[in-house]
């Protein structure tokens, strides 16, 4: 039994840990889920109940507001906390598009989970006519390239709506360009073909603003740290179509780099759950905190805000759209 535990990955091992809660047994899958309880956001929240007033944010060709956040998917008290503040933040400054940087939905399937980490939390907005944009992140398929997590990808893309794992939308002066930097996505064989379109798609893109939005981060100083992979095959189309922004999820911390080669990256994951950070060269800020990200566009400027649970400003940042691209 102890050998075929230690394959159970950490997804399965709290969903099965979930399930004895309060059984007599204590084997190790239960001694093990019981010592990742600490790190997790398990313990159940009230779901935010504020009523909003729908579809009440103003839009235009060289004007967005919208809101960026990555790994909510605990459906517990922190991502409830999490989830209220944005509920709180469109009551006074409402905005129409949630981009989703991945992970929405920890501990099981989404299809059993969906209503507790994703519609229960996420009501007020979704009364509201907000739309939700996903970037797919690991645990939205597994953790494993299979016909399992291919399965639950197609699962969560149903139940948004999202068109495909990889796709763009413009909204505004913006055009959002999704990658699927999951292990089924970016990492099979079928990695470059992804590539060859974001770089066709920029190419051929007028928009004012580019950003990019994807789980795993580039750059980052959390607990998994940069993406190697990222950064070799993806990175040079990045720099080459001169993004302005990229919006990553993945390490449950915030981060905004100096710019690199031009681009600011954002790691925006304390959605339910935080991990430590460590500065480098690349940090302009960093904290391990939860947090969401409220993004302010009007014309050529771009104004970006970390706001934690507790609705405090962490971050504050101006960026101006890239010229002689």
Known sequence: MGGSVSKLSRRQLIAGGIGVTGAAGTGVALNKAWSLFAREDLIPGAAPTVELSPRAWTDSDDGLRFVA????????????????RMALTYAERPFGLVSLLGDICYYGSVKDRFHDVFIRPMTPLIDADVTFELAIGNHDGGLHYSDASLEEIDATLDRLGTPARYYTTSHGPVQFFYIDSSEPGFFDD????????????????????????????????????????????????????????????????????????????????????????????????????????????????????????????????????????
């Open 69 to 84: 956040v990555g790994d909510t998917g605990s459906g517990g008290r922190q991502a409830a906390a999490v989830a209220g």
């Open 190 to 325: 079928g990695a470059l073909s992804q590539i060859e379109w974001l770089d066709d798609e920029l190419a051929s893109s007028t928009a004012q603003w580019k950003v990019v939005a994807m789980h795993h981060p580039v750059y980052s100083c959390g607990l998994h740290g940069p993406t190697a992979r990222l950064q070799e095959f993806l990175e040079p189309v990045l720099t080459a179509r001169a993004v302005d922004l990229v919006l990553c999820g993945h390490d449950h911390n915030y981060e905004r780099t100096v710019p690199v080669d031009g681009i600011t990256y954002v790691v925006s994951g304390g959605g339910c759950k935080t991990t430590r950070v460590r500065p480098n060269q690349f940090t302009a800020v960093a904290e391990s905190t939860l947090q969401f990200m409220v993004f302010d566009i009007d014309g050529d400027r771009l104004v970006g805000q970390a706001i934690h649970a507790d609705g405090d400003v962490l971050d504050r940042f101006e960026l101006r759209a890239r010229e002689g691209r």
